[in-house]
């Protein structure tokens, strides 16, 4: 599986991120946000989880061709799974990385294979979704979540721009409320005028996802 580096300037260990690309694919855009997270400090990887890529959020990506990865899965299959830990794993290994420091952020069904990776293991210290699919099935099992949780979800969440019933507002607002009953550690973020990939296509939105990602990671990557 590809994968883009950007290490930030000085001298390490540095905490690391993880970012897992969304249904349209791996991209430019990705890149552009590991090099943004590491200006903040965080050594992040942009990695090909899957080739090839799909769906309405196609059209506002510039593509980065990874034939020789394998090939798209659903977010909740073992295969999916195997994908995330043989990831984290080569994260942990690479130099410079605090392996005891490490973060996910995952895009549409790449913050589903994190959510999901949050069912079964607890060894990243914070996970960031963004426009992600929340499944009754997930929501019903966050009583086995205990990593910290940053949502950021547009109000305008629809197929037409690469979403799904699973990633409608109501779908992250019940997601978000079973985790605040279950007394989880959850912060979250509803841009109005946020649709499925708007992080992609509204430069303001970026921004301050961008800052409100670093302010949130921080904490729990600097222990």
Request: hydrophobic content about 40%; overall charge positive; proline content about 7%.
């Amino acid at each position: 599986m590809l994968l883009a580096v950007a290490r930030p300037k000085g001298a390490g260990p540095f905490p690391a991120i993880l970012l897992l690309h969304g249904t349209h694919g791996f991209a430019h855009q990705y890149v552009r946000l590991a090099e943004d997270l590491a200006r903040g400090g965080l050594l992040a990887v942009a990695a090909c989880w899957f080739s090839g890529g799909s769906g309405a959020g196609v059209q506002l990506m510039t593509p980065i061709g990874c034939p020789d990865a394998p090939p798209l899965t659903v977010p909740n299959s073992p295969d999916a799974m195997q994908r995330v830990v043989t990831l984290l794993q080569s994260v942990r290994l690479l130099p410079d990385v605090r392996p005891d420091r490490v973060a996910i952020f995952g895009h549409s069904r790449g913050g589903g294979a994190a959510s999901q990776y949050l069912l079964n293991a607890s060894d990243v210290r914070a996970v960031v979704l963004s426009s992600t699919g929340y499944p009754s099935e997930l929501t019903s099992r966050v009583d086995r979540i205990t990593t910290p949780i940053l949502m950021f979800h547009g109000a305008r969440n629809e197929p037409a721009d690469g979403g799904s019933a699973l990633s409608n507002i109501q779908m992250a607002r019940d997601f978000e409320a079973a985790l605040r009953l279950a007394g989880k550690p959850v912060e979250f973020v509803y841009y109005e005028r946020g649709t499925h990939n708007s992080i992609f296509s509204d430069a303001a939105q970026y921004k301050d996802q961008v800052r409100r990602m670093l302010g949130f990671l921080r904490p729990f990557l600097d222990k």
